[in-house]
């Protein structure tokens, strides 16, 4: 997508900026203004440059009873102000009969601020959820299917999915598109975060210079683990 931006802005500057340009390298040509046709030259790659983005990824193995049963894949994008991450996760478990558990998730920022989420996941072949969220001139909205309704929080900063990326501070509170409403983030003696979940179960997050390397989730029927398998720039 992103060389494709790039094309696209070439085009579209050097057709408007064509007689400029043209002018520029007649004077190259006759020996003229040279450093002054560099600094042109320099200032567009500049302009290019702007719009890089800059990626980066993490997966997961997901381990249970020290098996592995899936993984897990985030990709944060970051160009210039706006901010997004991407999760997408896959687990193979068996109570009595098979379950195949496929997720899909999208936080989206824009000069700090959440705009939208996202968040679609299938048991089999079952939808379980599918539902996005908006930054609106109303205020923040929720949609699925038809229905529209109405979130009373204003100025959400940070989201569950942030977590893996970036180490929290103490008493810092995160949005959950989950349960539709803040959890806080607790410090715990072994050196790691919990955060505790409004159905009673919890997460606990650890982290390696800033990255989350291991995610413990304490459920009430199970216990599993997210470990860090890959991380790159």
């Given at each position: ?5 790039l ?11 064509w ?7 007649n ?14 030259c ?9 719009l890089?983005?800059?990626?980066q ?14 993984w897990t ?13 991407k ?10 009969f ?24 299938k048991?089999n072949s079952?939808?379980?959820?599918n ?13 699925k ?18 977590l ?24 715990i ?6 955060v505790?979940l409004p ?15 291991n ?6 029927l ?11 720039n």
């Amino acid at each position: 997508m992103v060389p494709v931006l790039l094309y696209l802005f070439v085009r579209k500057y050097i057709s408007k900026k064509w007689p400029l340009i043209r002018q520029k390298m007649n004077e190259v040509v006759d020996g003229k203004n040279f450093l002054l046709f560099i600094g042109f030259c320099v200032l567009m790659l500049l302009k290019l440059g702007s719009l890089k983005a800059q990626q980066q990824e993490l997966q997961y193995n997901v381990v249970r009873n020290g098996k592995v049963i899936g993984w897990t894949k985030l990709i944060k994008t970051n160009t210039n102000q706006q901010i997004d991450i991407k999760l997408q996760s896959e687990v193979k478990t068996r109570f009595v009969f098979q379950f195949v558990v496929k997720a899909m998730e999208e936080a989206m920022f824009n000069n700090g601020n959440l705009i939208y989420t996202s968040q679609f996941r299938k048991l089999n072949s079952d939808v379980k959820e599918n539902k996005s969220m908006k930054l609106t001139s109303r205020g923040y909205e929720v949609y699925k299917g038809n229905d529209t309704q109405p979130l009373s929080l204003n100025g959400l900063q940070h989201h569950m999915l942030g977590l893996y990326f970036t180490e929290p501070a103490q008493g810092e509170k995160i949005y959950s598109d989950t349960f539709q409403q803040l959890l806080n983030v607790e410090r715990i003696a072994d050196g790691g975060y919990r955060v505790k979940l409004p159905d009673g179960n919890s997460c606990r997050y650890y982290y390696k210079n800033g990255i989350c390397t291991n995610i413990k989730i304490d459920h009430k029927l199970y216990s599993a683990e997210l470990m860090l398998a890959q991380s790159t720039n």
